[in-house]
């Protein structure tokens, strides 16, 4: 049985040499890629939808009240005044189109291997589902560096620069927001003590993942990125002005996370659900396409590092909630799942 999150990979290899497509040349969707219709495909409307994902300010006082609030009824909020430099984010796009737009063949030199985590390839969930999803992605785990001397040999500096900065921004931030959360349980640095002193992140773990979506023929038959929930603790998310993430709500309807411009969207993933025993939900989430836009989004994954053990907070099981999941590492949820 495969432990590690690499070993899981390795046996189920996304494969992207052979059969690969290269997306932003095809006139119709090829049959590999046909989904059954989308529903609730985002229509304008979707700006006037009686219910939207919460907007917090972080500068509110009473912002940890409403971003508790949000991970109970939502478990997706979406943060302004969240001290992240526009500049940032604009240099980040900036920097993912510039990888997403070079030629394929170019990508392809830093295709990540079959049992690795960084490198450009297909959405790591695509080898559970039976179609392919109409996207490409570039994942980070530590240093990019290496990764981006494949694609330009000679120019790769400022990308590494700029990645390097958004993810120190992003532990930052993603810090802030779990202490947040936590504070607002009661829970104390002693009682989180795998997740180091509030003030320093050196013992959590992350990785960004760029997703692009390019233009899409028939985006209603195609899928972005098919429903799934995050195996993190936190996900931290940019999206570029072009609509395509959408949240599952009870009832099964898909709702639209409109894009704002300077705003990032934070969900709960399904660690974080475990350590509150249910309390906060982690939500399953999908990214449709667009016909004529090249959407973008950055995810940053937060998490606790993969041999802890993960398990409901004391605090959170009185006798009315007894724990509701078995304690387990990352890794280990991540082969179950
Ligand atoms: O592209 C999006 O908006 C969603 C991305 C996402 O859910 C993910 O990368 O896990
Ligand atoms: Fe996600």
Same mark, same amino acid.
């Given at each position: ?8 990979f ?10 690969f ?15 059954p ?16 994902v919460p ?11 409403l ?16 001290? $992240? ?6 240099? %980040?796009?900036? *920097? /993912?189109?510039h990888?997403?737009?070079? +030629?394929?063949? &170019? ?9 690795g ?7 790591? $969930?695509?080898?559970f589902?039976?179609?392919? %999803?109409?996207s *490409? /992605? ?5 240093? +990019?560096?290496? &990764? ?10 400022t ?16 810090t ?6 936590l ?9 989180m ?23 899409c ?5 195609a ?36 894009p ?38 950055f995810?940053?994954?937060?998490g ?7 398990s ?7 006798q ?8 387990v590492t ?8």
């Open positions: 049985m495969p432990v590690k999150l690499s070993e899981v390795k046996t189920h290899p996304v494969c992207l040499h052979h059969d497509i290269d997306l932003y040349s095809v006139k119709e969707v090829p049959d590999s890629y046909k989904w219709q989308v529903v609730d495909y985002p229509s304008d409307q979707d700006l006037y939808d009686v219910e939207s907007i917090i300010d972080l500068m509110d006082p009473s912002a940890a009240n971003v508790v609030h949000a991970c109970q009824t939502w478990g997706f909020f979406q943060v302004t005044n969240h001290g $992240i430099p526009i500049h940032l984010l604009e240099d %980040m796009e900036f *920097e /993912g189109r990888l997403f737009q070079l +030629p394929a063949q &170019q990508k392809l030199k830093a295709a990540r291997p079959p049992n985590m960084s490198g450009y390839g297909r959405a790591h $969930i695509s080898c589902f039976p179609k392919l %999803m109409w *490409e /992605g570039f994942t980070i785990v530590g240093s +990019p560096i290496e &990764q981006a001397r494949q694609l330009w040999p000679l120019g790769y500096k990308f590494c620069e700029v990645v390097e900065e958004y993810k120190k921004e992003m532990k930052e931030l993603s802030r927001l779990i202490w947040i959360i504070g607002s349980l009661g829970i104390t640095e002693d009682e003590s795998w997740a180091g002193p509030k003030s320093k992140s050196e013992c959590l773990c992350a990785a960004l993942h760029l997703n692009s979506y390019p233009p023929p028939d985006p209603r038959i899928m972005g990125l098919a429903p799934h929930t995050d195996t993190s603790l936190l996900t931290v998310l940019y999206q570029t002005s072009t609509s395509g993430l959408q949240v599952l709500r009870e009832g099964g309807r898909w709702v639209t996370v409109p704002k411009s300077g705003t990032l969207v934070v969900n709960v993933g399904d660690l974080l659900q475990i350590l509150s025993n249910g309390r906060f939900r982690s939500v399953f989430h999908r990214a449709v396409v667009h016909q004529t836009h090249h959407r973008l989004s995810a940053y994954f937060f606790p590092p993969s041999h802890v053990q993960i409901a907070l004391s605090k959170l099981k009185d009315k909630r007894t724990p509701l999941y078995h304690p990352s890794d280990e949820f991540l082969r179950v799942k």
